[in-house]
């Protein structure tokens, strides 16, 4: 472990000292449940006790339950309509600064305050609802420091999956160095995560394995928040793109590209990619590459939140390349949505929190349904689908025996209005309760 690392890691079992973390699990507990949607997709249940030991659902049985133990605790969710937690496939945990603010906080913030950003915005996700977040990069180390904390049980957070720093094209969309003067350029550009050419790019994606990533995420494309004014096409060559996703799936991992123009869509769906985030431009060519291949599609329609948010509160927030992206992203989205739901694309929920903010998650089921999807589709692309994803269907996703007990509950039915997601009054996350 370097230096860096350690220090990180100091920072996460500091933070621990300051955090409740969540309660010792109970051998077992008992969850009364009113209705529950076990299996998003299928038919939900009716009266349920959720019967979880060490951390895991052992059985659903209809009816409310009583254990014979009186020590036995029991959860009384009567009133409430349970689901399995809720996935966001696409996070940044360490900020949901944008614009000109978020360029000072890189030039301000230490890794140490990014590590205490990360926690913070963690647990404003789990009580969200959202208890397993995919971090689709951060230089510093942060989010990786405090995934580990987290598995460790040191602190309490959602269950994170976490691909180090993005990987990206010199002067792409993830060069950390855009935006700052010449001379100060070779100090925003540490992570190595920037690469020219096919070896070079097979050399990214080797450090950030080596650095524990999960998951890698490329850029393919610029983006709308670059520091520069080179548009939203293609930035990365074929040898490129493909070099990083055959070195990916050389170690196992799966790859995750943020793509907005069709030409880097395409690029990436043709080099293997296992997910298009942000999938603005749609051209008849890259429809047919979406079908034909098995990837997700992760429509981050809550980006625009954020922006319009931040807009309404200062027209300069951001600078005028970023400006005018952002000004044609708010009036285009969702129409990708709408045309790859309806050519049998699956979809994966993820809101690129960060852009948008932390703990308000749940609003992209709102745009979800307003274009396009129905209720349970939605819920289906936060559950099923969103495992399926990451990996993890054998773990979470759905409440299942033998699963994580990772539940949610809320009042009213989610599958007649999506809106109650917002306003999740019950957590669970490892059997371990965080929000009730």
């Known amino acids: ?5 350690r220090i990180l890691r100091s920072v996460a079992v500091a933070a621990a000292a300051l955090v ?6 109970a051998e077992t507990l008992y969850v009364q449940a009113g209705k529950v949607l076990a299996v998003p997709g299928e038919a939900p249940l009716g009266e349920t006790t959720i019967i979880v030991t060490d951390g895991r ?7 409310f339950q009583a254990p014979k133990d009186k020590k036995i605790r029991v959860i009384d969710l009567k009133d409430k309509y349970v689901l399995p937690g809720l996935i966001d496939s696409h996070v940044h945990l360490t900020s949901d600064a944008g614009g000109l603010a978020g360029q000072l906080e890189d030039v301000t913030l230490s890794p140490a305050a990014q590590a205490f950003n990360a926690w913070d915005n963690g647990m404003k996700t789990l009580r969200a609802g959202f208890t397993t977040v995919r971090n689709l990069g951060d230089g510093d180390g942060a989010v990786l420091a405090l995934r580990d904390a987290v598995n460790d049980g040191q602190v309490t957070g959602p269950r994170i ?13 993830m060069d950390g160095s855009l935006g700052f003067r010449d001379e100060l350029r070779e100090y925003f550009n540490t992570a190595g995560n920037t690469c020219s050419g096919a070896d070079d790019c097979r050399r990214a994606v080797r450090l950030q394995v080596a650095r524990g990533a999960d998951v890698i995420k490329l850029a393919t494309t610029g983006g709308v928040n670059s520091r520069i004014g080179a548009g939203l096409g293609k930035q990365m060559f074929e040898d490129e793109a493909r070099a990083i996703v055959e070195t990916a799936k050389l170690f196992g991992k799966k790859v995750s ?4 123009g069709a030409d880097g869509i395409r690029l990436a769906l043709l080099a293997g990619v296992d997910s298009i985030e942000h999938g603005t431009i749609l051209d008849p060519e890259t429809i047919d590459a979406f079908v034909a291949s098995d990837a997700y599609y992760v429509p981050t329609l809550s980006t625009v939140n954020g922006y319009i948010e931040r807009l309404e509160a200062n027209p300069d927030a951001y600078e005028p390349d970023v400006k005018a992206k952002i000004e044609w992203r708010i009036g285009i989205t969702g129409k ?3 045309t790859l739901y309806a050519a049998g694309v699956k979809i994966a929920f993820g809101t690129d929190a960060g852009v948008s903010k932390h703990g308000r998650n749940a609003d992209e089921f709102e745009l979800l349904v307003k274009f396009g999807m129905p209720p349970a589709e939605a819920i289906k692309a936060a559950t099923v689908n969103a495992a399926d994803l990451l990996g993890l269907s054998a773990e979470i996703g759905t409440l299942e025996p033998g699963k994580s007990a990772d539940l949610i509950a809320v009042k009213g039915d989610p599958l007649k209005d999506v809106k109650v997601l917002k306003a999740v009054e019950f957590v669970m996350v490892r059997g371990g309760v965080a929000k009730e």
């Open 257 to 260: 590209a943020h793509a907005h």
């Open 161 to 173: 999956l976490d691909a180090g720093a993005s990987i990206s094209a010199s002067a792409g969309h």
């Open 57 to 63: 659902i052992v059985s659903l049985t209809p009816g």
């Open 1 to 5: 472990m370097n230096s860096s690392s």
């Open 20 to 25: 409740l973390a969540l309660p010792a699990l």
């Open 336 to 338: 990708s949505l709408e």
